[in-house]
């Protein structure tokens, strides 16, 4: 009982605490906006390493989709309908759900360990030793970029799971549905607040993923296996918060 | 890292990034406007409409001339009342058009189908299409069916007590694809 309470107990703590290094971010955003260097070279980090792995998971889950929709809408006599299929599937879900997914793979869990090894190499208190606020200096301008990255990446991903070398590859090329009726049918179902709705939850990915793997980081505890810890329960509880976000989102958006 | 090339390959993601959002934008979602030289608004009843939508197609021939403006009821009569705009450059319309609600492809949504007719006054802003065609709703016909099928066999049989009605609130909802599965024509 008294562990339960202490479990429930921590988990609160550290919501708190969460919530409150968010604030503390926020306030630092404005002055982080003034450094652009520091976050040109976080965008690198973030986003242009992350381009390869979007990319390839791009065009394969395109490729995946049109087989699949393709199979099942046969059942149907609807093989017309697979482009529509490949895009709805793609821009409501696909995209921002399995890019936040990877991003936090890819560059959540590097981020973490990077503060977090900062935090244990003693370079954060040593920034504070010289007045120079490691929030405004290293945490901010992180959090920024992913901000900046993760709804660039979801287009990129989109762009690439339906274009001409994703699902339109597998779906005209190989097998042999129409090119018009392929281009035409997504564009009499897709609509522009599909696309906008795409952003709005890649936006929200993005303010969660920076959020828990700078906070993981700059609270891991100041050894290896605290810097492994962060890095783990950064890539768990961002993948749960954003699957579980994304259902929350899409009810919320649903007509 | 070279600052310089730093700069060039943020730069670089950051341009197909913005590409990819127009893209998906301008390439793949289809916008909301009909042409670009303004519309005109007609309107058209309807006894039923169907799952026809607001934003729905216009099309002529197959070709696309205008959308779904709004969907009301008549007070009177209780019909559906179509408000349709129409791209001004298709201005030389018949007023005598007949407007069907017709659905596109298997599992496609309603639009409304124009079919010229013959008239030498062609459709203006405000004016009315006499002539429609309703939405061809299957669960209908298939409960028609029914109930002709049981009247036969009761002609047929002893006179048991069947209820005549009792299979008509057959269609489930898993039959209203298929309702849209077969065209109106």
Not at chain 1, 10 to 38: Q, S
Not at chain 1, 117 to 136: N, R
Not at chain 2, 127 to 137: H, M, N, R, V, Y
Request: one cysteine or more; a neutral charge; hydrophobic letters at 50%.
């Amino acid at each position: 009982m008294s562990r339960n309470r202490s479990v429930l107990g921590d988990f609160l703590r550290g919501l708190g605490g969460a919530t409150f290094f968010l604030i503390t971010i926020l306030r630092a955003l404005p002055g982080a906006l003034l450094r652009p260097r520091l976050i040109l070279q976080q965008l690198y980090y973030v986003g242009v390493m992350s381009l390869i792995i979007i990319v390839i998971s791009g065009t394969f889950v395109g490729w995946i989709l049109a087989l699949q929709g393709f199979r099942t809408l046969t059942t149907f006599g609807a093989t017309s309908a697979l482009g529509v299929f490949v895009a709805a599937t793609v821009i409501r879900e696909m995209a921002p759900v399995v890019t936040a997914l990877l991003f936090a793979g890819r560059a959540g869990s590097a981020l973490a360990a990077e503060i977090g090894l900062m935090k244990a190499t003693d370079q954060l208190s040593g920034m504070e030793m010289m007045a120079v606020d490691p929030i405004k200096r290293v945490i901010a301008p992180r959090f920024i970029a992913v901000l900046i990255s993760l709804p660039l990446l979801t287009a990129i991903f989109a762009v690439m799971a339906i274009g001409w070398a994703g699902g339109h590859l597998i779906g005209v090329d190989l097998l042999g549905v129409d090119q018009g009726t392929y281009w035409g049918q997504i564009h009499a179902q897709i609509k522009l607040h599909d696309v906008i709705e795409s952003i709005i939850k890649s936006a929200c990915f993005g303010v969660v993923i920076g959020w828990i793997s700078v906070y993981q980081g700059y609270f891991a505890a100041p050894t290896s296996e605290g810097v492994s810890r962060a890095t783990t329960s950064t890539v768990v509880m961002s993948s749960l918060t954003v699957v579980g976000l994304d259902f929350v989102l899409t009810a919320f958006m649903f007509r | 890292m070279q600052s310089r090339a730093l700069e060039i390959l943020v730069g670089f993601f950051v341009c197909i990034g913005v590409a990819a959002v127009f893209v998906l934008t301008f390439r793949v979602a289809s916008q909301d406007h009909v042409g670009s030289g303004g519309i005109y608004e007609v309107t058209a009843k309807f006894d039923n409409i169907g799952a026809l939508t607001r934003g729905a197609a216009v099309k002529m021939a197959g070709v696309k001339i205008g959308s779904v403006k709004g969907i009301s009821i008549d007070p009177k009569t209780f019909q559906a009342v179509v408000a349709i705009d129409i791209d001004k450059t298709r201005n030389d319309i018949p007023l005598d058009s007949t407007a069907k609600i017709m659905t596109a492809g298997l599992l496609g949504e309603q639009y409304i189908g124009l079919e010229p007719g013959g008239d030498d006054q062609s459709l203006q802003n405000g004016s009315e299409i006499k002539f429609t065609q309703s939405a061809f709703i299957l669960e209908n016909i298939i409960g028609q069916l029914l109930v002709s099928m049981t009247q036969k066999g009761k002609d047929s049989d002893s006179p048991a007590p069947a209820p005549a009605n009792a299979p008509a609130p057959a269609p489930a909802p898993a039959t209203a694809p298929a309702a849209k599965a077969a065209p109106a024509k």
